[in-house]
């Protein structure tokens, strides 16, 4: 079954880089996009990134674009997201997550699979 | 800057049952943005439960019915459980390469 890991979370200092990590296994990796989706505690969920299955094409929401890059290794089946200058409004669980494909294979624009998340903790 | 619509919070009977909604702040949703469902309990990863306005997903019980209703896409559950009380977001495509998720409703069973 698929399985998708995160880690990499932790307290962090303001203006630091930090890269989180998500392991997957259980499907074929290098054939489907994956995204990373947020959650400041307390708030709602957040799409925050996307990769093309080859990494190809990389698409971010406006509140992080210019500060974070996704990126994958299909070699070792890990996505990743490195963030450049940490704020206090990265303060967030966040999730990695696979594109939902049909009974055919057709991509269909939704999440199927869920890591359950790593904590990231911006604070002085 | 594309902002998705939910209700923040909704109740429900046991044995009931409810609709949630999800629209554009500007503008109806169609089938073509794709919307899909998601369901949180607190602490826990999301649970995805519908795509493509009205697909279940794997293991979703037939309860969860997916749809459009007017310029919203809608959530209904039909015979509500207490552990149906969860945190329930859409989510839409709005573009090429651009998903965005409405604010949550916060669904209690009583």
């Known amino acids: 079954q698929v399985q998708l890991v995160e880690s990499g979370g932790g307290v962090v200092q303001p203006g630091v880089s930090l890269r989180l990590s998500c392991a997957a296994s259980g499907f074929s990796f290098s054939t489907y996009g994956m995204h990373w989706v947020r959650q400041a505690p307390g708030k709602g969920l957040e799409w925050v990134a996307i990769i093309w299955y080859d990494g190809s094409k990389k698409y971010y929401a406006d509140s992080v674009k210019g500060r974070l890059t996704i990126s994958r290794d299909n070699s070792k089946n890990t996505l990743y997201l490195h963030f450049n200058s940490l704020r206090g409004e990265d303060t967030a669980v966040y999730y990695c997550?696979?594109?939902?494909?049909?009974?055919?294979?057709?991509?269909?624009?939704?999440?199927?699979?869920w890591g359950q998340g790593t904590l990231v903790t911006v604070s002085s | 800057q594309t902002v998705v619509t939910q209700e923040p919070s909704f109740s429900v009977s046991p044995g009931g049952t409810v609709t949630l909604t999800c629209g554009l702040s500007s503008g109806s949703v169609s089938s073509s943005y794709y919307p899909s469902w998601y369901q949180q309990t607190p602490g826990q990863a999301p649970r995805t439960l519908i795509y493509s306005t009205n697909t279940r997903s794997s293991g979703v019980p037939d309860r969860f019915s997916g749809s459009i209703l007017g310029n919203k896409a809608a959530l209904t559950i039909t015979g509500a459980q207490a552990d149906d009380e969860s945190d329930y977001y859409c989510m839409l495509y709005i573009d090429t390469g651009i998903w965005v998720f409405g604010g949550g409703t916060k669904l209690t069973v009583l």
């Open positions: 997550a696979k594109d939902g494909v049909d009974m055919t294979g057709t991509w269909k624009y939704y999440f199927d699979s």
